[in-house]
T-cell receptor, first 113, second 112 residues
Framework: DADVTQTPRNRITKTGKRIMLECSQT?????MYWYRQDPGLGLRLIYY???????NKGEISDGYSVSRQAQAKFSLSLESAIPNQTALYFC????????????FGPGTRLLVL | EDQVTQSPEALRLQEGESSSLNCSYT??????LFWYRQDPGKGPEFLFT???AGEEKEKERLKATLTKKESFLHITAPKPEDSATYLC?????????????FGTGTRLLVSP
């Protein structure tokens, strides 16, 4: 089984709809991250969490919210989806320490019409 | 502000034709430099972490090296299964958390 799983893997939604992307991990890591990837722009950080009670905004958090339900679960919500939120979304986990390595999930491809 | 620039954007090689990918970076203090491999439609797969200039790491046909300004990913005698996008990222010391700043990647295609 994969260490980091994301659901759904693909999602099509309409402008104005609220949607949730979910991430679960079995690596036992405390730190979890949400990124989006757009062609030509690379991966950009949306939100990150160092533990269940610690949630922080990344560089592009507007229009998004997150929930850390447990150490192993970190959800990303789009409150009112808009077309420019069409992208690939990745969850990542890390255990911290020197040169913290992040491990990525398989991604969710989101299309907002 | 930490920055990462990767070159070339795309590279086409024949099987067995060795080459190198470049990752130039600016960071106030380097905590770590990371290489990932990403296949189409999949998440980045961790390859290497380099911590200080002069460090080298190898894995099969891949070898990563690091200087104070850039990192190279050397690919020796590549095979078609090495075709992927290779991402470089840095983690600096001047932020309050371990943020990764990514480059836009090099798309590698290895033809049989």
């Amino acid at each position: 089984d994969a260490d980091v799983t994301q659901t759904p893997r693909n999602r099509i939604t309409k402008t104005g709809k609220r949607i949730m992307l979910e991430c679960s991990q079995t690596k036992g890591h405390d730190r979890m991250y949400w990124y989006r990837q757009d062609p030509g722009l690379g991966l950009r950080l949306i939100y990150y969490s160092f533990d269940v009670k610690d949630i922080n905004k990344g560089e592009i958090s507007d229009g998004y919210s997150v929930s850390r339900q447990a150490q192993a679960k970190f959800s990303l919500s789009l409150e009112s989806a808009i077309p420019n939120q069409t992208a690939l979304y990745f969850c990542a986990t890390a255990e911290g320490g020197r040169g913290e390595t992040q491990y990525f999930g398989p991604g969710t491809r989101l299309l907002v019409l | 502000e930490d920055q990462v620039t990767q070159s070339p954007e795309a590279l086409r090689l024949q099987e067995g034709e060795s080459s190198s990918l470049n990752c130039s970076y600016t960071v106030s203090g380097l905590r770590g430099l990371f290489w990932y491999r990403q296949d189409p439609g999949k998440g980045p797969e961790f390859l290497f972490t380099l911590y200080s200039a002069g460090e080298e790491k190898e894995k099969e046909r891949l070898k990563a090296t690091l200087t104070k300004k850039e990192s190279f990913l050397h690919i020796t005698a590549p095979k078609p299964e090495d075709s992927a996008t290779y991402l470089c990222a840095v983690q600096g010391t001047d932020t309050g958390f371990q943020k990764l700043v990514f480059g836009t990647g090099t798309r590698l295609l290895v033809s049989p």
